[in-house]
């Protein structure tokens, strides 16, 4: 078990402008890091602060992790100016991941919006990674416009690796658009799922889960088959603060991967 105190230094090796305020930055900690997908890091500036991120490069990988991030405050604002060679530090892995030992054998339907797609791309990565261990695999994604598509290069990649991609945007002014339009629960129109034999996994906007995950509940998908990833306030990201209080449970410390049948009846759950 890794220390939980323990803060690695790593070194920032590129930066990569995904959109106008979501920026991807690949590391090279000091020495191998490990974890599982799903987890999450706090990325700490020097003198700033910390925040707490998931990776969003496959876990098979150990010698670089790459974190995509999005500028909402403070310590985010700070870690977009930052440049290759400026050291940071990340504590972690912390929480639990994604089990996917019950996810061998199974369709899955990966649903995502915004800069929710961070996560699962680490998890997408890690699946196409050993793809006989799983059945078809669903990637389904939704942005504001076409400009706030995260990733917006690699989704051909993911195709060609055997991901079948739905995308959608709630508008595009330009007609340069030519897949769906609309919130992203749109893209369920005419799809063939099996969610007998399925499991769903969500991240994203608040809003995006709740209505995400009612739709997966409407086409068949049982509470105990869909997976959300609960991306509440943070701090120790320990377990010992309550900061992410969810019910019962802590987001850091049960989390931030909950089944929803494991949430369903907490009243903040999309707060
Ligand atoms: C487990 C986990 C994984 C995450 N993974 C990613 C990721 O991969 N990429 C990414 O861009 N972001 C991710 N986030 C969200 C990220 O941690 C916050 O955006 C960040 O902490 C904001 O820090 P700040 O100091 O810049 O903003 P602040 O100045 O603290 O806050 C700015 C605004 O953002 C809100 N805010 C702060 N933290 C959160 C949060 N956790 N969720 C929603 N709103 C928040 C505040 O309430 C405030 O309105 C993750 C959060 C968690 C808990
Ligand atoms: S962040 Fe402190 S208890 Fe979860």
New binding site residues.
């Given amino acids: 078990m890794n220390d939980p105190y323990k803060t690695l230094k790593a070194a920032i090796i590129r930066v990569t402008d995904e959109t106008s305020n979501i920026k991807s930055f690949l590391l090279k900690p000091e020495k191998k890091f490990s974890f599982k997908t799903g987890q999450f890091v706090q990325f700490t500036v020097p003198g700033i602060g910390e925040a707490p991120f998931t990776p969003s490069s496959s876990h098979f990988e150990k010698d670089e992790i790459e974190i995509t991030i999005m500028k909402a405050g403070r310590v985010t604002s700070r870690i977009h100016e930052l440049k290759p060679k400026d050291v940071v530090g990340i504590r972690g892995p912390l929480g639990k991941g994604y089990p996917l030992e019950e996810f061998e054998g199974k369709e899955i339907l990966i649903l995502g919006g915004g800069v929710g797609m961070a996560p699962l791309r680490c998890l997408l990565l890690s699946l196409l990674e050993e793809k006989n261990k799983y059945g078809r695999i669903l990637l389904l994604y939704g942005s504001k416009t076409p400009g706030d598509i995260v990733y917006a290069g690699q989704f051909a990649d993911w195709k060609k690796r055997g991901t079948e991609i739905y995308r959608s945007v709630d508008r595009c002014d330009t007609g340069e658009w030519k897949e769906k339009k609309g919130v992203v629960t749109c893209l369920f129109e005419g799809l063939k799922l099996n969610p007998d034999n399925g499991v769903a996994v969500v991240c994203g906007p608040p809003i995006m889960m709740k209505f995400g995950t009612m739709k997966l509940l409407e086409v068949g998908y049982k509470p105990e088959s869909i997976y959300l990833s609960m991306e509440?306030n943070?701090?120790?990201?320990?377990?010992?603060?309550?900061?992410?209080?969810c019910g019962k449970y802590?987001?850091?410390?049960d989390g931030p991967v909950f089944k929803y049948s494991v949430v369903k009846d907490i009243a903040n759950i999309w707060d």
Avoid at 234 to 244: A, T
Avoid at 250 to 253: G, I
């Fill in positions: 509440k943070m701090s120790c990201g320990i377990g010992k603060c309550g900061h992410c209080a802590f987001a850091c410390k």
